[in-house]
Structure formats: structure tokens, C-alpha cells
């Protein structure tokens, strides 16, 4: 069984600070992860995604993501916000192994970055 | 660039009716899903389906739902009696291979009334 507990439900930065957004995840088998963007009245559209190969993973817009095994963790930073970041993001985690695999998502981090 | 289409954007139901909700994935695409998010929750797994069958469904998926790929093309989610507790964003999604990403549609509001 999966689980992802993303903690902060919102999270204000300025305009041109950090963003961290936290994700832990729980996993019986080895995990593949993801990261989604979600703008208001759209879909989800992948930010980045961990699938067993480097740890770092780099996405579009700036974003990255570190998966450590140790720590149960795939928190996604940009070192600079943009005010076209501001979104609600979704970690998300699946079984690294199997065929079709659903995806169990987190429930959110509303990002509002401050001019 | 090829992207999961989905309609109607917006469907408005009478509770006890019946919907299909339909989604196109994209075309070279063999894994096929439904999540739904109710307003101010996180995004639920109801099915997948791979090979003309299911795969994998969640208990919410119960026998009020169903899915259908009537075609090479359509993707298709039907509720056979609507409850006020399905209104929700559905979302259809799709992937090449099922450990691979999967590619969001931009949803189906669905309000019963």
C-alpha cells in the first residue's frame, strides 16, 4: 500500500524566494514518485517525476525534486518563485514494479507567492 | 502536442440519472484511468484499464460505475444512478506504458442536482 502526506496545505513565499514544498511518502515496494501542478479550473500537468534512476530530479519550470530513501521524502524546491507559480501542487506516489499502477496523491499544497 | 481530451467540460444532472462522461487519451497510449476530486479534496483513483479490462479499481469504483472503451479512440466513464456524493472533477488519464507518467485530461465537472 502507498500513501503521501504533504505537509502545509498552503504555502506563501515572495517573489523570488524559495519554494519548498514537503512530501513524505510510504511505500511496501520500492516507489516511483511525481510531481503535479494543478491552476485553477485546469487539469494536472507533471512537474517532474521519480522513476529509480539519478535522485535529483529536474522538471519544467524551474522545479526540482531530491527522493531520499532515508528519509521517506520528495520535496520539490525552485529557487526563485515566479508569480505564474502560484498553483496547488500534488505529490504523488505508485509501485515501482507491476503493470497498470494507480497513482495515490497527497492532498495538496496551495502555493500563493507575494509580490 | 498530443494531449487527453475530455467532454463535456461541464455536465448538470439530475440525482438517479445516468452519465457517461467520455475522454479521448492519447492515440499511442494503451493505459487508461479515472480519478475524481471532489471540491477541496485530494485527487481519488476510482479505475484503471488495460487490454480491453480493468486492471485495478478502488472501492469507490462500485457497481454504479463502469467503463467502456467502445472504440480505438473514446474512453468512456458511466454512472448509472447519480447520487448528490458524486458530484466531483473527473479526470481522465492515460499512459504509453503503465509505470511511465500519466497524462491528465482537464476534467468533467459533474453537480447533481
Known amino acids: 500500500a502507498q500513501s503521501v502526506t504533504q505537509l502545509g496545505s498552503h504555502v506563501s513565499v515572495s517573489e523570488g524566494a524559495l519554494v519548498l514544498l514537503r512530501c513524505n511518502y510510504s511505500s511496501s515496494v520500492p516507489p516511483y514518485l511525481f510531481w503535479y501542478v494543478q491552476y485553477p479550473n485546469q487539469g494536472l500537468q507533471l512537474l517532474l517525476k521519480y522513476t529509480s534512476a539519478a535522485t535529483l530530479v529536474k522538471g519544467i519550470n524551474g522545479f526540482e525534486a531530491e527522493f531520499k530513501k532515508s528519509e521517506t521524502s520528495f520535496h520539490l524546491t525552485k529557487p526563485s518563485a515566479h508569480m505564474s507559480d502560484a498553483a496547488e501542487y500534488f505529490c504523488a506516489v505508485t509501485p515501482g514494479s507491476g503493470s497498470a499502477r494507480q497513482l495515490t496523491f497527497g492532498s495538496g499544497t496551495q502555493l500563493t507567492v507575494l509580490p | 502536442e498530443p494531449e487527453v481530451t475530455q467532454t463535456p467540460s461541464h455536465q448538470v444532472t439530475q440525482m438517479g440519472q445516468e452519465v457517461i462522461l467520455r475522454c479521448v487519451p492519447i492515440s499511442n497510449h494503451l493505459y487508461f484511468y479515472w480519478y475524481r476530486q471532489i471540491l477541496g479534496q485530494k485527487v481519488e483513483f476510482l479505475v484503471s484499464?488495460?487490454?480491453?479490462?480493468?486492471?485495478?479499481k478502488s472501492e469507490i469504483f462500485d457497481d454504479q460505475f463502469s467503463v467502456e472503451r467502445p472504440d480505438g479512440s473514446n474512453f468512456t466513464l458511466k454512472i448509472r444512478s447519480t447520487k448528490l456524493e458524486d458530484s466531483a472533477m473527473y479526470f481522465c488519464?492515460?499512459?504509453?506504458?503503465?509505470?511511465?507518467?500519466?497524462?491528465f485530461g482537464p476534467g468533467t465537472r459533474l453537480t447533481v442536482l
Open positions: 488519464a492515460s499512459s504509453d506504458r503503465g509505470y511511465n507518467e500519466q497524462f
Open positions: 484499464f488495460y487490454n480491453n479490462e480493468i486492471s485495478e
